[in-house]
């Protein structure tokens, strides 16, 4: 089992900026693909982004893509979402997750942080 932690969230203006963090903790953390969502009042979680922690594959929900940054620091098993231009519609509760498989299911993540605001004014 993995333990994940996030951190980071809060309140910014449209077009401001927000960095995330999920420590890892477990056995297992090194061979795990990494992953946040997101889930918004009255909608189903949806996926943010994900990277493995060996080869750094990356891939990003296209509402995402190009404002966003997921990252890792191996030696402190911690994976980060540098989130750039935000926007009123990426207020959620940010989730960080753990899974074995590179999909973006929230159904294939066994592991879940507690999860963490993040409201963006317009």
């Known amino acids: 089992q993995v333990q994940l932690v996030e951190s980071g969230g809060g309140l910014v203006q449209a077009g401001g900026s927000l960095r995330l963090s999920c420590a890892a903790s477990g056995h297992t953390v090194s061979s795990r693909v990494m992953a946040w969502f997101r889930q918004a009042p009255g909608k189903e979680r949806e996926f943010v982004a994900r990277i493995t922690w060996g080869g750094g594959s990356i891939y990003y929900a296209d509402s995402v893509k190009g404002r966003f940054t997921i990252s890792r620091v191996n030696a402190r098993n911690i994976v980060s979402l540098q989130m750039n231009s935000l926007k009123p519609e990426d207020t959620a509760v940010y989730y960080c997750?753990?899974?074995?498989?590179?999909?973006?299911?929230?159904?294939?993540?066994?592991?879940w942080g507690q999860g963490t605001q993040v409201t963006v004014s317009s």
């Open positions: 997750a753990a899974g074995w498989v590179l999909t973006g299911r929230p159904a294939d993540f066994g592991s």
